[in-house]
């Protein structure tokens, strides 16, 4: 869950940040004041290219990673290699995201 965080960190980190900072304020009644702040940070991680790109293409790396931390529980070391495969396929598929859009944005001027 923790590369997770990160990468939806990545792609939505306003959202993130407004939405922590709510929690923080509001310690005794930040489910009910942080509402809209945790929605905006929902639809950002569920709609966002870049995290959809990942999810879409990465979604076997994920898997395989998921299920390794599930089988070793105490025992995250052992799941390093399918957390490097994650991470290298979630890079690549940022990058062909990035070139993409890039690419469109030329062949739109």
Do not use: F, I, W
């Given at each position: 869950m923790d590369v997770v965080m990160k990468i939806?960190?990545?792609?939505?980190?306003?959202?993130?940040?407004?939405?922590?900072e709510c929690v923080q304020n509001n310690p005794g009644d930040w489910n009910v004041k942080c509402s809209q702040y945790k929605a905006r940070l929902t639809?950002?991680?569920?709609?966002?290219?870049?995290v959809k790109c990942i999810?879409?293409?990465?979604?076997?790396e994920f898997?395989?990673?998921d299920m390794c931390l599930k089988?070793?529980?105490?025992?995250?070391?052992s799941c390093m290699s399918t957390l490097v495969k994650f991470l290298e396929c979630?890079?690549?598929?940022?990058?062909n995201l990035e070139k993409s859009i890039?690419?469109?944005?030329?062949?739109?001027?």
């Open positions: 939806v960190a990545k792609y939505c980190k306003n959202e993130l940040e407004t939405y922590g639809d950002c991680s569920s709609t966002h290219p870049g999810k879409t293409n990465c979604k076997e898997t395989a990673y089988e070793n529980p105490g025992k995250v070391d979630a890079d690549n598929a940022a990058l890039k690419s469109q944005r030329e062949t739109d001027k």
